[in-house]
């Protein structure tokens, strides 16, 4: 499937930004993440019926994504801004996102049925951005991609050193509001975390080892029903998973995918072997000191060390040793006094599993859960998505978000699972992958 630029431009925020915003510090958990960009598309079916009241036609729908596109960015004005590293700070000059518009050789369905390569047309419709003017590249790129049905995906990529997913669910929201001409109803976000977490003086960061790329990784969309999400519920508690909270569709699933994959790297090895796992956590709520409507980079990634052995503890074993990793990471957090108390906690956490890292003699696995963030109902002007899709990576990571048809606690769940192509084939023949989850 071919997919052909046509144009690129800078978008700038509607109306200026004002003076004492224009130089905005990064936070501690901004200066900790790497420089790496996330990306997420959505894909939108066409409207084709001219009768159709909600009918746009292609060029007016345009226009109209660029204009709602540029009053959102005067509420998220810190993503038109350019990143100094040695300042530790985004100059929010409204120097704009970039802004490109492409065709695709094929249609929508063609693609959501897999009759090409889904990684390869992923990569292409959420371009990596480029420095402008030898300064820096823009922290953001907007990529809409026409298929020749009429359909659109819209590919957004942004620089994970200044916005967490969190972030850029409240972005897209606020553009879909704005497409809707109620941007006056949208939360403002808040840019001041670093009033709280301050950067520090820290030594230059070097990504990971994990993170370079290696194998060739490839992605596969695994979707857990509400029926398999009620079975892993019972095993748990026929398995004496003791709660008053029962496990969410994020442990259960998180539980399981790991069990997999501990058990092709037992296949492999031929012995037991380290596997760290490390889950990214929302601190937004958490305390008190950090409000819902943060916006940055407001998480922590928790971690924990298991071993082929821990397969015999079973799901319920798992869930558990997961959960209590989790909540007591929390619940230190949860206790802080002020920033200062807070900054130590999660720079502790950090140290921890960066060391882990470093020392390279675990296999890595990265989960991070989009469950809950309303990506299926931006809708930008025609209707809301029909899917909603990370872009595989190029370490072994794991991607959970809700299904279109249904979130909740006891909704499906996608999981966009990305690992080495002969570590692939082996996790698709894994009896819990079989029995509980549908290939997409």
Not at 167 to 189: D, E, V
């Amino acid at each position: 499937m071919k997919i052909e630029m046509k144009s690129k431009k800078m978008i700038k925020p509607s109306a200026p930004t004002a003076d004492h915003l224009r130089k905005l510090k990064i936070s501690l958990i901004d200066q900790l993440q790497p420089q790496v960009y996330v990306s997420v598309i959505l894909f939108y079916s066409s409207k084709k019926d001219v009768r159709d009241p909600s009918f746009v036609p292609i060029s007016e729908r345009f226009r109209l994504l660029e204009k709602a596109l540029a009053e959102t960015l005067t509420l998220f004005y810190p993503l038109s801004g350019r990143y100094i590293e040695d300042k530790c700070l985004v100059e929010c000059e409204d120097q704009g996102v970039e802004f490109l518009e492409a065709k695709v050789d094929g249609t929508l369905d063609q693609f959501l049925h897999g009759e090409t390569d889904p990684d390869d047309v992923l990569n292409h419709l959420a371009t990596q951005p480029h420095p402008v003017d030898q300064i820096a590249p823009p922290l953001v790129v907007v990529q809409i991609s026409t298929f020749t049905c009429g359909g659109i995906a819209v590919g957004l990529r942004f620089a994970h050193r200044i916005a967490d997913m969190h972030t850029m669910s409240s972005f897209l929201s606020t553009w879909a509001m704005a497409c809707r001409g109620s941007i006056h109803k949208a939360i403002r976000p808040r840019f001041d975390l670093s009033s709280i977490l301050p950067p520090r003086d820290l030594p230059k960061l070097e990504p990971p080892a994990i993170l370079m790329p290696g194998a060739k990784h490839v992605m596969k969309r695994f979707v857990f029903n509400r029926r398999s999400i009620s079975k892993l519920k019972a095993i748990t508690r026929s398995g004496g998973f003791n709660s008053e909270r029962e496990p969410s569709r994020v442990e259960l699933v998180t539980a399981l995918v790991s069990i997999a994959l501990l058990k092709i790297a037992k296949l492999k090895n031929g012995q037991s072997k380290p596997f760290l796992i490390l889950h990214m956590a929302n601190l937004r709520g958490r305390t008190d000191l950090l409000h819902d409507n943060l916006c940055g980079n407001v998480y922590t990634a928790v971690h924990w060390k298991s071993t082929a052995e821990v397969i015999e503890l079973g799901l319920h074993g798992l869930v558990g040793l997961m959960r209590d990793s989790i909540t007591t990471s929390l619940a230190k957090l949860a206790n802080a006094i002020d920033g200062e108390d807070l900054a130590e906690m999660v720079m502790n956490l950090a140290g921890q599993y960066q060391e882990e890292l470093r020392n390279g003699g675990a296999d890595v696995l990265f989960f991070t859960s989009w469950c809950r963030f309303p990506l299926h109902r931006v809708d930008l002007g025609c209707g809301e998505p029909e899917l909603v899709s990370g872009l595989c990576t190029p370490f072994d990571s794991v991607v959970l978000m809700d299904h279109k048809k249904g979130g909740g606690d006891d909704g499906r769940v996608v999981a966009g699972v990305s690992l080495a192509e002969a570590d692939m084939d082996l996790f698709r023949q894994q009896h819990d992958m079989l029995e509980y989850a549908s290939p997409k």
